[in-house]
């Protein structure tokens, strides 16, 4: 098995690698390296779209969770299957129209540059940051568990991982961060449909075997007395009292949450004009789509024909769908859905590491600290390749310091909520309020950021020992009771957020924003004066 996973890994690695050599010599210019000069096609940046939303946390996190609390872990992934219409409806259009590389363009397009800048800098690295623990903790139970008799661990795979994403950026920019997003996303695609098909195999293609067997899942308790569960009953993870009002708070974290993502956001930026945007994303909807309806099949397959009690005991939650793999397709196939999950977290590291390092090299060292000026020809490039490599520093150490344990799905729901509190109240006033000004901005971000950092501080994740998703070293230091009671800040860090912009907003007037709306609508709904695409 060892020497058919090596294989498979060290193929897909060559072949990415490859594209990344391809893309550095076509990568010339801040456009080029930014937004692969804004040449991508609807379907290429659609796939690539769905190749970056479906992280380790969808493969691995999401099928883990319906494996380990059923229904329960369903309705967890029903919020990331619904999430583009958000982005459809809402930003997808104007943000093209109106931005350049990033997020701030936006709002810096009617407000003071440097403040707006510094703050939506600060809320990109933030999110950012999150999202790609996540993807580290698993590619680092993943390798460490394929690999186990190699002799390489958990912080070994990490620090590997986090090598080949910084190449990718560093390297070839934007351009190959596509095109691996679209070879892992055919990948993921092609291995969920597999794996979904061998399910029902195992069930004579028959729905009624497979949903009786989900109302018998056979597992053991933590005092190791057998239970038979209906895993088509809710509450086994959100439980009363706070459990629907979890639930709650994460849908709304999952929906608005996407429309405020930096990554997904940035991904607009490389197509070249807002139809081919449109197009773009209902591509993206349709392959997502399809993947979160499988992710079903996966899940429950995992607890009913694999069982918690043996996932438990090789590798944890985050293995669920490798050792269905395993279970129905022997070692070959468990190598090649390892391989396809190894392809998802690099893919979306790679996404994650170019749009937060493009993020403090345009908004913050270029216009914040050089007021709007580039001192000498592709400074802005250079500084996001430094970037690039300090990302990757802290997002490595973070997630050896969490460990293999963290779900992975738990810590994207995290990043969705700080998006959808600090990024999304401030993309729409700035589209659609006319009063909205740079005060408003500022402090929107602001406390939608610091709401929800500050309530995942005090929540059961962190403080609650007891707290099935209790994240890493915290439960060793931490033992009092949670000050929040709820393991997603969003059903109050986001009304915060969008709170925070109303106040600041109505503290006073800026008459250059309110002069400059109607300029900006025209821009956001026709297009004109927009980015144009740039030869490679």
């Not at 390092?357 to 802005?380: C, L, M, P, Q, Y």
């Not at 403080?463 to 009671?485: C, N």
Request: net charge positive; proline share 3%; aromatic share 12%.
């Amino acid at each position: 098995m060892i020497s058919t996973s090596l294989v498979m890994f060290v193929a897909f690695v060559a072949v990415t690698l490859g594209i990344t050599w391809w893309a550095s010599r076509k990568s010339k210019g801040s456009t080029s390296y930014f937004a692969a000069g804004r040449r991508i096609t609807g379907w290429q940046n659609g796939i690539a779209v769905a190749g970056d939303y479906m992280s380790a946390a969808s493969f691995l996190g999401i099928a883990g969770l319906i494996a380990f609390t059923g229904y329960d872990g369903f309705m967890y992934s029903v919020g990331f299957l619904v999430a583009y219409l958000t982005v459809l409806f809402v930003v997808a259009e104007p943000l093209r129209n109106t931005g350049k590389y990033t997020m701030a363009d936006v709002l810096a397009y009617r407000m003071k540059a440097k403040p707006v800048r510094a703050m939506a800098a600060l809320s990109t690295l933030t999110v950012s940051t999150f999202y790609m623990i996540a993807q580290m903790v698993g590619a680092g139970t993943l390798v460490a568990l394929l690999l186990k008799g190699s002799g390489i661990s958990f912080q070994v795979a990490v620090i590997g991982v986090g090598i080949l994403m910084i190449i990718y950026v560093v390297f070839g920019g934007m351009l190959a961060t596509t095109w691996v997003q679209i070879v892992k996303a055919i990948l993921l695609i092609a291995g969920t449909i597999l794996l979904s098909l061998l399910v029902m195999a195992h069930f004579g293609f028959s729905l009624s075997n497979f949903f009786d067997a989900i109302t018998q899942v056979h597992y053991h308790d933590k005092t190791g007395a057998e239970v038979v569960q209906n895993f088509l009953t809710p509450g086994l993870k959100y439980k009363p009292p706070y459990g629907p009002w979890d639930l709650i708070s994460l849908g709304l974290a999952l929906v608005l949450g996407t429309a405020g993502l930096p990554h997904i956001l940035v991904r607009f930026y490389t197509v070249p004009d807002a139809k081919t945007a449109r197009v773009s994303v209902v591509w993206a909807m349709v392959l997502i789509g399809g993947f979160y309806i499988l992710t079903t099949f996966l899940g429950f397959g995992a607890a009913t024909i694999v069982g918690k009690d043996f996932i438990t005991a090789n590798g944890g939650i985050n293995m669920s769908a490798p050792l269905l793999a395993q279970a129905l397709g022997g070692d070959l196939f468990f190598a090649f859905i390892s391989a396809v999950a190894f392809a998802t977290i690099l893919a979306v590291v790679a996404g994650l590491t170019i749009s937060a390092s493009t993020s403090f090299a345009h908004d913050f060292w270029t216009n914040v600290i050089h007021h709007g000026k580039v001192r000498e020809a592709g400074e802005e490039v250079k500084v996001a390749r430094v970037t690039a490599f300090v990302v990757g520093g802290i997002a490595i150490t973070i997630a050896i310091l969490l460990g293999p344990t963290a779900n992975v799905a738990f810590l994207v729901g995290l990043a969705f909520a700080v998006a959808a509190s600090a990024n999304l109240p401030v993309i729409l006033f700035s589209l659609f309020w006319k009063r909205f000004t740079t005060r408003g901005a500022v402090c929107g971000l602001a406390s939608g950021l610091f709401s929800s950092i500050a309530l995942i501080a005090v929540s059961p994740s962190f403080m609650g020992v007891d707290a099935e998703t209790v994240v890493g070293p915290a439960r060793h230091f931490i033992q009092h009771a949670p000050l929040f009671p709820l393991d997603n800040p969003g059903i109050l860090s986001i009304p915060l957020g969008f709170l925070g912009a109303i106040l600041g907003t109505l503290s006073g007037r800026e008459k250059t924003a309110e002069d400059k709306f109607t300029e900006l609508t025209v821009r956001a709904n026709t297009g004109l004066g927009a980015e144009k695409p740039t030869e490679h």
